[in-house]
């Protein structure tokens, strides 16, 4: 399996980080911070991937995690016209 690409928004009324995958269905997890959520993506992926995978006889490997993280915020400028 290739790099699961997690996508981590801000959400400035909650003050809350929220994530999010296409490559991980049901994955849907947020933190007040980005380092707590980034503790707690590898379980959540290792839990949903094994869930989905029932086979008795699969192999262990390791997958990469990319968390792209994204904040939008705004700025009030007096510019000249």
Not at 36 to 41: G, R, T
Request: charged letters at 20%; a negative charge.
């Amino acid at each position: 399996m290739s790099t699961i690409v997690v996508r981590a928004t801000w959400d400035p009324e909650a003050s809350y980080w929220v994530a999010e995958s296409p490559d991980v269905p049901g994955l849907a997890t947020g933190a007040a911070t980005l380092n707590e959520l980034a503790a707690k993506i590898p379980g959540i992926i290792q839990d949903l991937l094994e869930g989905a995978d029932a086979a008795a006889n699969a192999a262990e490997t390791e997958i990469p995690i990319e968390i792209i993280a994204s904040i939008s915020t705004k700025v009030r400028a007096h510019v000249a016209a």
